[in-house]
């Protein structure tokens, strides 16, 4: 049976956002990382009151649940997030290794709000040379060298 | 005319990636925020070290170059970087309003060293129910209340 998620859960992390917008802390998003029905770690965003451009609800979430445990895998973890998440935050979710999302408002609703989301969304559909940040490969030879040393390493921990 | 690139970043940032792996703190990836041709921040991977899975070089760059000029606008700023983004640090560089993106490698060469960054772009282009991490949405209408708060509120600073 595929994960089913607990409401409650959900209920707390739109809560936390609310109160992060009354508390004039950062944006209206908040995030739980719940496993085996406990929470491990619940944030919300706070990009402009740390000056971190990447402190959305979930990364903040994410980062802390990570610390609590002590590992750089949430494997078996669930993210609860009070709205949908930006490309930034899924793609976040899938390094953490997170078995399932469940989020409340839209990336549409974001949108309404006068969040990016959903036009990030768009940009990540179309091919690089189309997209609005542009972005350019060079050195691509030179750059392998990293990777090399990689596999060639004896010390390195996958992740 | 276009922003125009210094291959002499991209060379320090490939530097820093290799060196990251013989000191087995981290993946093979690195990166710099250059602003006006002087080095605002530099970074390697720290996933690891630092069990934090957005411990990215790009994001941990881009958090490093934030707190060093205190602000969450890294506006006018660009990104040099070993290895082309993942979703989650190009979406981090759109957050953190960067001007350009240099990088190195391509996703192509990073999936060849076991990374998932090419799988992770072909999940983005994929629709939501096809993707890899199940995501579901639920409670939408209570989770406008967020959103209502911060378009109501007079303590709000956009970002």
């Known amino acids: 049976m595929p994960p089913q998620p607990n409401p409650d859960f ?15 802390l950062g944006g209206p998003f908040a995030a739980l990382i719940v496993r085996d029905g406990q929470v491990i770690a619940e944030a919300a965003n706070s990009v402009t009151a740390t000056c971190d451009p990447t402190a959305h609800g979930e990364v903040n979430a994410i980062r802390a649940a990570a610390r ?5 895998s949430l494997a078996g973890c669930e993210l609860y997030t009070s709205c949908e998440p930006c490309p930034m935050c899924l ?14 408002a839209s990336a549409a609703d974001a949108a309404r709000a006068g969040f990016d989301d959903a036009f990030l969304y768009e940009e990540f559909r179309r091919e690089p040379a189309a997209r609005s940040l542009p972005a350019r490969q060079l050195l691509g030879d030179e750059a392998w060298e990293s990777f090399a040393a990689w596999l060639a390493s004896p010390l390195k921990v996958d992740y």
Chains 1, 2 share one sequence.
């Open 10 to 24: 959900l209920r707390r992390a739109i809560a936390l956002a609310t109160q992060n917008v009354i508390d004039g």
């Open 91 to 104: 793609a976040a979710a899938h390094w953490a290794r997170l078995s399932a999302v469940w989020y409340g």
């Open 68 to 72: 609590a445990l002590g590992t750089f």
